[in-house]
């Protein structure tokens, strides 16, 4: 059953840090799979989790940038390629993971592009939908059977609080149609993460299987080397001088929400919610910052079904059958 999207009491906050969240909490023995664990917040999620004793798969669409960044970690650290605007690279990545893991603990789906100039993949997806959302789709399918076969697994759809910009157009995800605008884009995208563990929760809860939607606060990182800093001024990320604007985190503070939505027993039991500052969000209204907040259309579940039979459609991937228990 989704779980009641509202706070419940937590020791951590908007500042606790991803090493925080798992101070006191072994790892060991669990196998955790992260896309994009090589920059940005993926990067201290791949480090907290890695340092307590879990085996960590990153996936990264440039595998020798990631050994690079990742090479003086501590902790036992697997980098793979993985282009999730590339089916054919989902595959063949969910192909060598069978082959290291018998089992998945905890999925992060992390990896994102953000507010970039209209792209499409090779099949003609806009490429914010295509990467954010429907590459996640098919490699959670693939990786399904190794989620089944841990004694109970989590998934965590890295979202954002730019869902709250606008919801999504089924009838035409890929603007085809529609004029691109980079930021109804992303909103859509970010919209689909959320979506996408809601119904995820609704079927997996039988197989042990949990997911949560994370919005992980404001954070500088790569994700923003498509706005000038021009825009981020605009919109309130920067003074004129170039100064972060007090809200942001750091990224060991950014990580923190995927890591509690990963590993909290507070969670035990729960799922199909989404997270922020290492609780569960409140549902927006009219008086809420814009900063926080849950908008009512990622509670929709009827649209998180319709989204789904998109996603099947876009990807060719019936994933609804790959759910049903033997």
């Not at 990631?66 to 999730?84: F, N, Q, R, W, Y």
């Not at 905890?106 to 209209?118: C, E, G, Q």
Request: contains cysteine.
């Amino acid at each position: 059953m989704v779980s009641p999207q509202k706070p419940i009491e937590s020791p951590f906050g908007n500042r606790s840090t991803a090493a925080e969240v798992t101070d006191g909490i072994d790892l060991s023995g669990k196998n955790v799979v992260v896309t994009g664990g090589y920059s940005g917040l993926g990067t201290e999620t791949v480090r907290t989790m890695a340092g307590a004793g879990a085996h960590v798969l990153v996936g990264a669409r440039r595998p020798e940038a990631a050994e690079e960044v990742l090479s003086d970690m501590t902790g036992k650290i697997t980098i793979l390629p993985l282009d999730l605007s590339d089916p054919a690279s989902i595959d063949t990545f969910a192909g060598e993971v069978t082959k290291l893991f018998n089992h998945i603990d905890i999925l992060v789906n992390n990896a994102a592009i953000m507010a970039n100039p209209l792209t499409r993949d090779a099949r003609g997806y806009e490429s914010q939908f295509a990467t954010n959302h429907l590459g996640h789709f098919q490699m959670t399918a693939r990786l399904w059977p190794l989620l089944v076969a841990a004694d109970s697994a989590r998934v965590v759809a890295v979202s954002s609080v730019g869902h709250r910009l606008n919801g999504l157009d089924l009838d035409d995800p890929n603007f085809e149609r529609r004029e691109y605008s980079k930021w109804p884009a992303y909103g859509q995208a970010k919209s689909a993460n959320a979506l996408f563990a809601l119904q995820l929760d609704k079927m997996g809860e039988a197989h042990g299987v949990r997911a949560f939607a994370v919005h992980p606060g404001g954070i500088a990182t790569p994700l923003q080397r498509h706005l000038t800093m021009e825009e981020q001024v605009a919109m309130g990320w920067y003074d004129e001088h170039g100064n972060k604007h007090e809200s942001f985190k750091t990224v060991e503070q950014g990580a923190a929400t995927s890591v509690w939505a990963a590993i909290s027993p507070l969670l035990d039991g729960m799922g199909g919610v989404y997270c922020e500052d290492c609780n569960l969000g409140a549902m927006a209204d009219e008086s809420t910052p814009r900063g926080s907040g849950v908008s009512p259309h990622i509670r929709d579940e009827a649209l998180a079904e319709g989204l789904w039979t998109k996603s099947e459609e876009l990807t060719g991937i019936e994933f609804n059958s790959s759910l049903k228990p033997e």
